[in-house]
């Protein structure tokens, strides 16, 4: 398995589950098929259950966690519902490159009038132009596994404290980033 492997949170309504879940199930094929990973299965517990069996406190933190640990997230809201737009919204929040798709209109409703970077509305009509569109998203959100370039420019004061730290630890200043950066997502997670 890679070191690093896309997670995509993908959600949709349960109210007219039965309409929807062909589509949500196209949606975790798509995602599989561009070697991604599902961040959390929600659709084999709620396919399996009742809305009275179901603990909507742990959905919600559930869905809520899920979208922090994403990289991307997927919306299915053809059924237009509440949920949807407060993990949209959440999404937001958390920065991550948001999909959202629907069979129905979006022109005259809210969602139409979303002007992010990072949030992308499409319309779809059948399972092959809804993986289509998935695909086309995850590849462009997407970040490769092999190590990144970038290059960084620093005042006198961070750089004499690289130069010494790495005279030092005999570290490369690379390392001395690459390393502090480490220990604070560790932190953050």
């Not at 929600?42 to 559930?62: G, H, P, Y």
């Not at 969602?111 to 462009?140: D, H, M, N, P, R």
């Not at 004499?160 to 570290?171: F, N």
């Amino acid at each position: 398995m890679p070191s690093f492997t896309t997670r995509v949170h993908i959600t949709g309504s349960t109210h007219k589950l039965n309409d929807d879940l062909p589509f949500l199930q196209s949606i975790t094929k798509t995602i599989h098929a561009c070697d991604a990973v599902v961040s959390r299965d929600w659709l084999s517990e709620v396919s399996d259950s009742t809305s009275e069996d179901t603990d909507w406190e742990a959905a919600l933190n559930d869905n809520l966690e899920s979208i922090r640990k994403s990289d991307l997230v997927i919306i299915e809201a053809t059924q237009g519902r509440f949920s949807q737009g407060l993990q949209a919204y959440t999404a937001a929040q958390y920065k991550r490159p948001t999909l959202i798709v629907t069979r129905s209109a979006t022109n005259g409703h809210f969602i139409s009038g979303v002007g992010s970077k990072l949030i992308a509305v499409k319309q779809y009509g059948t399972k092959e132009e809804l993986a289509a569109i998935v695909t086309e998203f995850i590849k462009q959100n997407s970040i490769p596994e092999k190590d990144l370039r970038f290059n960084m420019i620093l005042d006198r004061r961070i750089y004499k404290y690289l130069r010494d730290t790495s005279y030092e630890t005999g570290k490369n200043k690379s390392q001395i980033i690459r390393s502090l950066l480490e220990k604070d997502l560790k932190k953050r997670q």
